[in-house]
């Protein structure tokens, strides 16, 4: 109210002809400021509102709104939650890893249902019959396959594309293999879309690698195995590493298989886990 007062007395001191206009004039003003302060709101509220609901397919070029803007800063501090919290807080060591993990848009990987969900720390469903592995997997898989920006990295079951494009951040190609056809498709479609030049995407058997791109310097296996598929170990180069869940279904183990410069095997298991099942072409989905 002080400012009112203010302007007030020196249009009171301009003499009683001008004192009349002056409050309908005011009132225009206080008006108009409370137009303006209710359209100044209401960005944000939309922002709040299309956070349920990103965009599935907006293109990376154009300039965003004040809206996106608004709502990539929120996706990105719910990274930097994740990564504190969920990776740094639970033993992940490897700077590089963390801040791939701190950059790629894991929104951008799974359903727009349950994209609120993308930065809490578990899996979430992609469709069929699929998961993208909850963060902190991904990291401990990640930094147990030692990326160097020099790499050749192959993975084994691209699912929504996720773990490729954290390995597209931290190494020189990456190959990525996906057994359901449709899966592989949209995974391509997305990470061009996102502009990960440097993934190499296709649909096939994992199980037998990428013969005509080897020797690499690391292979994930996304999926869970009774076994080490012979041609990965065959695959990978003298000194690297194969990240890979082993063991029967519900009693899986992340075991880290490193290749002496001798090609002799080095292994060790780190934690529990549960994967989707490695099938072979022919395998009933349900498996
Ligand atoms: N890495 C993925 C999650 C993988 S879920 C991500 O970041 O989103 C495991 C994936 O392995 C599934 O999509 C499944 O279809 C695939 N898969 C299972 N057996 C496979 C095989 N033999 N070759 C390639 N992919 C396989």
């Not at 020196?10 to 004039?25: C, E, H, S």
């Not at 249902?113 to 997997?137: F, K, W």
């Not at 449709?182 to 990428?210: F, P, S």
């Amino acid at each position: 109210m002080i400012p009112l007062g203010t302007n007030r007395d020196p249009d009171a001191r301009q003499g009683p002809a001008r004192r009349l206009p002056v409050w309908p004039r005011l009132a225009a003003l206080l008006l108009a400021g409370a137009a303006v302060w209710l359209w100044a709101g209401r960005p944000s509220l939309a922002g709040a509102e299309a956070l349920e609901t990103p965009p599935a397919d907006a293109a990376p070029k154009r300039e965003l709104t004040p809206a996106e803007a608004e709502r990539e800063r929120q996706w990105a501090r719910q990274r930097e939650r994740m990564v504190e919290l969920g990776l740094r807080g639970r033993g992940i060591r490897n700077r590089r890893v963390l801040a791939a993990l701190g950059k790629v848009a894991r929104h951008e990987f799974v359903p727009t249902r349950v994209a609120h969900l993308a930065y809490a720390d578990r899996a979430l469903p992609i469709g069929h019959e699929q998961t993208i592995s909850q963060p902190y997997i991904v990291a401990l898989m990640t930094q147990a396959a030692d990326p160097q920006p020099e790499h050749k990295v192959l993975e084994v079951g691209t699912g929504s594309g996720y773990q490729a494009a954290v390995l597209a951040e931290l190494v020189a190609e990456v190959y990525t293999i996906e057994l359901v056809p449709a899966l592989a498709r949209e995974a391509t479609a997305r990470l061009k879309r996102l502009g990960y030049g440097n993934v190499h995407a296709r649909a096939g058997d994992g199980y037998l690698g990428w013969p005509k791109a080897a020797p690499f310097d690391a292979i994930l296996v996304t999926c869970g195995a009774d076994h080490v598929p012979r041609p990965l170990w065959e695959q990978l180069k003298p000194g690297g590493k194969l990240v890979i869940p082993v063991g029967p279904p519900g009693r899986m183990w992340l075991r880290v298989l490193s290749k002496g410069a001798d090609g002799k095997e080095r292994s060790r298991d780190l934690i529990p886990v549960r994967f989707v099942p490695l099938r072979r072409p022919g395998d009933r989905p349900e498996k």
